[in-house]
């Protein structure tokens, strides 16, 4: 009959959501190859919604180290009930950035990686020149993105 990969579509948020949970957790890709036996890249290609198609017992060694049911890694209903951080709805959900502009999964994880630096900055402290230099970076960085 062939490959049917294409036919087992999951949400595209599952990737970012992987990511964000392995993230928030500390976790490399190989720590979560070493708890779950599925390769870094394979994790890799999930997360970056380069392979849509994950088989039922992949996720169920995903979810338990990762912290969730496998439900919660695969339906946005569950997910969708319980409290999100804001860098976890920047980078599970679809909007446009500007002018209509859908927001890509580098310009999701920039814009992560800007409101992180923001939140974690000391722009009153003895490092705000510094900080405030890393968060202009951070800016130009996802500028780049959106323009490209």
Partial sequence: MGNDHGK???PDS?????RYLRKQLNLSLKDLERMTGVSPSYIN??????R???????IYKLAPA???SPQELMEMSEEEQREKD????????????CNGIPATQPMKDGLAELLQTVMS???DGANKVRDSIVIIEKVRELLRLIRE
Avoid: C, F
């Fill in 86 to 97: 804001v860098i976890e709805l920047v980078l599970t959900h679809h909007y446009t950035i």
């Fill in 14 to 18: 599952v990737g970012a959501r992987i």
């Fill in 45 to 50: 290609r999930l997360e970056k919604n380069h």
């Fill in 121 to 123: 900055s000391d722009l």
């Fill in 52 to 58: 849509k198609a994950p088989s039922v017992p992949i």
């Fill in 8 to 10: 087992r579509e999951i």
């Fill in 66 to 68: 990762l912290g969730v």
